[in-house]
Every structure is written in structure tokens, then in C-alpha cells.
């Protein structure tokens, strides 16, 4: 009797530590489930050359749509990517942040170097004609809306929406984060997609 309990009870212990491998990660950003490819697509980046996303593999990705002179989101969320790029530490070297112009117009590559790399060298700008970027848009659902400015300096604005997309380093859109998204929480979810490549990696 007291061998059968025994026995039981290393059973018990072997489902309890089971049911804690499989438990599932809490992650902040909004996940997609089931995982997609992300669509691809190949931009200019402000360097003049090609920019390919597929060709990422490898790295996370975030991807953030907006233009230089954006005067509240953009800036808001770089400077929020800036400080996940730092708390990454060492791991920052398997990301990469791109931003893609809503504003082809006026966001040359110059203006887009200046602006990205002011808050990190490593950013990239991207751009391409609106035609090119249209699809583009259409396939990440990204809304935005030239609105004129009469009287203003700038003459237009770009109403648009702030969510950063998750590329994974298999090249699957995995999650999107809100503007605003605390950093500790957009960390949190690249540090997993990160530890989840180096588990792939070591089956």
C-alpha cells in the first residue's frame, strides 16, 4: 500500500513539474494567434539601399509607421523604442527598429537619417513613392490621412495610427503593441521571442 501511495505521489510530482514547463508566457502586447507571415515587402532604406523584410530573418523586428515631422506620437514612441533598445543590453543586437514614412513628400533619406538615428544609431528610415506604400498599409492595416494645415508653416499633418508590429526572426507577425506601451512590457515580449529563436535553434 505505502509503495502504490509512493508511487503516486512521484506521479503527482512529475504532472505538477509537466504542467509548469508547458504554462503558457504572459505576454503584454497584443499576440496573433495563430501566428502569420508577415507581409513582406522592399523598401529604400535612408541609406539609399534596398531594404527587404524577409531578408531580416534572424533578428525581431519592429516596425513603426510614421514621418519626421510628426509632432507628438512619433517622437513619443522612437524615444520609447530607444529606451527598449537599451534595456535590451547585449540582446539589442538581435533587433531591429524601422521606421517606415507615411510622408514620402517631404521625408527624404537625409531628414529621415537625421531623424531616426537622433534617438539611436541604429534605427533605420524607410521610404518609398505613395504608390509602393499603399499595399504596404493595406496589409499592416495602418490608417492614415493627410489633413492641410491652412496657415501653417508645414501646410499638411498626417493623422495617423501608432502601434508597433512584432516581426519575429522566423519572419511572422507575432504581436502589436499600442502607442504608449510601457517599455518594461514591449522588453517582456522580445525577450521571449528572442529566447524562443535560441530554443528553435537548439532542437
Known sequence: ??????????????????GGCTTQPQFKG???????????????????????????????????????SCPDICPAELANLAAVYRELGTAANELQVALITLDPERDTPERLALYVQAFNPTFTG?????????????????????????GSALGYTIDHSGFVYLIDTSGRWRAIFAHGTPVTDIVSDVRFFLRERGGSDGG
Open 1 to 18: 500500500m505505502m509503495t502504490r501511495i509512493f508511487s503516486l505521489l512521484i506521479l503527482f510530482a512529475i504532472l505538477v513539474v509537466l
Open 30 to 68: 497584443t499576440i496573433l494567434d495563430p501566428a502569420l507571415p508577415a507581409p513582406d515587402f522592399t523598401l529604400t532604406d535612408h541609406n539609399g539601399q534596398p531594404f527587404t523584410l524577409s531578408e531580416q530573418r534572424g533578428k525581431v523586428v519592429l516596425l513603426f509607421f510614421g514621418f519626421a
Open 126 to 150: 524607410l521610404y518609398a513613392d505613395s504608390a509602393i506604400l499603399a499595399p504596404i498599409l493595406k496589409e499592416y492595416g495602418v490608417f492614415a490621412e493627410r489633413r492641410d494645415l491652412p
